[in-house]
Nanobody, 119 residues
Framework: QVQLVESGGGLVQPGGSLRLSCAASGSIFSIYSMGWYRQAPGKQRELVATITGGGSTNYADSVKGRFTISRDNAKKTAYLQMNSLKPEDSAVYYC?????????????WGQGTQVTVSS
């Protein structure tokens, strides 16, 4: 069984920063990628950023230059550093893990962490 534990969400003023963490544990043989998605009320879940095992990154246009995704392979943990936050960044942020679990390629989701950007 694979578990993803997210942390770091909260309330921040516009222009502020937050750092999200996602720690993976369990029967993970190898990791293809980890990433962050977000979903605001009434909207579809959207990609924020992903990072592969080799370190290649991909960002949504709306967060380029403001957000940075990184990974600690030894700890199986991904981080999302969010700077210059805007009210439109408010959403539930979900960690995503694409991995080999018990010989099968599988995708897992975290429980979500709320990020609210408001004055």
């Amino acid at each position: 069984q694979v578990q993803l534990v997210e942390s770091g969400g909260g309330l921040v003023q516009p222009g502020g920063s937050l750092r999200l963490s996602c720690a993976a544990s369990g029967s993970i043989f190898s990791i293809y990628s980890m990433g962050w998605y977000r979903q605001a009320p009434g909207k579809q879940r959207e990609l924020v950023a992903t990072i592969t095992g080799g370190g290649s990154t991909n960002y949504a246009d709306s967060v380029k230059g403001r957000f940075t995704i990184s990974r600690d392979n030894a700890k199986k943990t991904a981080y999302l550093q969010m700077n210059s936050l805007k009210p439109e960044d408010s959403a539930v942020y979900y960690c995503n893990l694409d991995c080999i679990d018990r010989m099968l390629r599988t995708t897992y989701w975290g429980q979500g962490t709320q990020v609210t950007v408001s004055s």
